[in-house]
């Protein structure tokens, strides 16, 4: 029973660390295939630079009222509706003809993208000690860029193949599977055997500092 309660924690945050990934890796593809946008919607590097800039302006302004919201509501079904949400985008981002519909794809995108980094702090702040919130979001930081590095590479492949709406058809489904994992493994906090476990655990470490 301790062993599974020990292993929760970690299970929780892996599902929002995959969420994190897959919003950096949205963050940086958009350089990837600015050159293929400016092909399919007869736009030049201005025009594409507004459309893969429009994520970016969602995100950011998104970030306080996600957090607001997750205080409020809770990680789980903020976490699970950022991932369906951000699916839609990219399904109408990938299946877009026309500029406009590109625009509301990726504002879709920035929105549900802006509660995954939040939601993962929370989480940590509720499933572990004080004492390893600091290397939580360290681990975080660094797998996050990390991971999207190498993703990007695999992404220049795949646009090379199979074109640029298939690889944002793709990844739709992941963040369709995100959304349902987070909503299978995530739980807002712990219960009341579990927080008088966490709080052992806080008073071990101060002891041990």
Request: hydrophobic share 55%.
């Amino acid at each position: 029973m301790k062993s599974k309660s020990t292993l929760l924690p970690w299970l929780i945050w892996a599902a929002s660390a995959i969420f994190v990934l897959f919003q950096f890796f949205i963050q940086l593809s958009s350089g990837i295939i600015v050159d293929d946008l400016m092909h399919s919607f007869s736009i030049n590097a201005l025009g594409a630079g507004i459309l893969a800039s429009t994520y970016y302006y969602v995100y950011v302004t998104l970030q306080t009222p996600a957090g607001m919201l997750i205080d409020r509501y809770g990680p789980r079904i903020l976490l699970t509706g950022g991932g369906l949400v951000c699916a839609l985008g990219c399904w109408i981002f990938a299946s877009s003809q026309q500029l406009t519909w590109a625009e509301i794809g990726r504002v879709f995108m920035g929105a549900g993208s802006s509660f995954a980094f939040v939601g993962s702090m929370y989480l940590i702040s509720q499933w572990f000690v004080p004492s390893k919130f600091a290397m939580m979001v360290g681990i975080a930081e660094t797998i996050g860029p990390a991971g999207t590095i190498v993703g990007n590479i695999f992404l220049a492949t795949l646009l090379h193949s199979y074109g640029w709406r298939q690889c944002m058809f793709g990844a739709a489904m992941i963040a369709l599977l995100i959304g349902f994992l987070c909503w299978l493994i995530i739980r807002d906090k712990p219960d009341h055997a579990q927080s008088e476990m966490l709080v052992t655990d806080t008073h071990f470490a101060e002891h041990v500092i």
